[in-house]
């Protein structure tokens, strides 16, 4: 999939089509993303998209799908970057003024998402479940993707301030959320955060269960989801290692 975005991008830039680059750019941050290998590749293509959003915005004709796309990326890559906060409030303003109600919706949870992920970074737990709480209370309008991204920041919140159990359970829900609609990518992630939760709960025969769900899934496994399994086992005997003690 990215070499056919690469191509389209190319094939756009040397028509002087600003509005194909900008879809080719989003289709390439969302393919690696999704594939979740070597997120490096992400950073071409998040200064391109940022250049051209930049000119688009002094053109007058913003996207906020785009500019969301490019706020995903940039908070896996880079989410100390200062312009971040800069770019989620335009994309807000975009989006409150689109016609499209349902579009506008979508792209604003999106984006409060996003928030609670900043807050996430710098610490604000209090933000982070505020956020993800709101999230939550309108979860039945938003798409499967969405609800388990709402599930793993509840998760990843609840984890660094310390509420293992609430944690657990957030990552249960959205495995929950994973296999009645069918959306397996998250899986890997879900698995890890809910053995992280399980043993900093100190149920280990649940994190055992979850890192061994996590482990079964073997060459299924993205590079980055395999990534967690090395992390969760020194834990585990770490763990192990305490109690013997």
Not at 55 to 75: K, N
Not at 84 to 98: K, M, N, T
Request: net charge negative; hydrophobic share 45%; with cysteine.
């Amino acid at each position: 999939a990215r070499s056919q975005f690469a191509l389209a991008y190319e094939g756009s830039h040397r028509a002087g089509d600003a509005r194909g680059m900008t879809r080719a750019c989003c289709g390439m941050i969302q393919a690696t993303i999704l594939e979740f290998d070597d997120l490096t590749f992400l950073d071409r293509w998040i200064g391109a998209l940022a250049e051209l959003l930049s000119g688009s915005e002094r053109g007058g004709a913003v996207d906020p799908a785009a500019v969301a796309i490019l706020i995903r990326a940039l908070l896996l890559r880079d989410p100390g970057n200062e312009k971040l906060p800069q770019w989620i409030d335009r994309a807000e303003r975009v989006a409150r003024a689109s016609p499209d109600s349902r579009v506008a919706s979508a792209i604003l949870a999106e984006l409060s998402l996003a928030r609670a992920m900043l807050a996430l970074y710098r610490g604000d737990f209090t933000a982070v479940e505020a956020a993800s709480g709101a999230l939550r209370a309108r979860a039945a309008e938003r798409s499967a993707d969405m609800r388990i991204a709402i599930e793993i920041a509840a998760a990843l919140g609840n984890i660094f301030d310390g509420s293992q159990e609430a944690a657990l359970h957030a990552a249960r829900e959205g495995l929950t959320i994973a296999e009645t609609q069918g959306v397996r990518a998250y899986d890997g992630w879900l698995r890890a955060l809910a053995s992280a939760a399980a043993l900093g709960a100190g149920d280990r025969e649940s994190a055992r269960t979850e890192l061994s769900a996590l482990e079964s899934a073997g060459p299924r496994l993205r590079r980055g989801d395999q990534a967690f399994r090395p992390g969760a086992r020194v834990l585990d005997r770490r763990d192990q290692c305490e109690i013997e003690s």
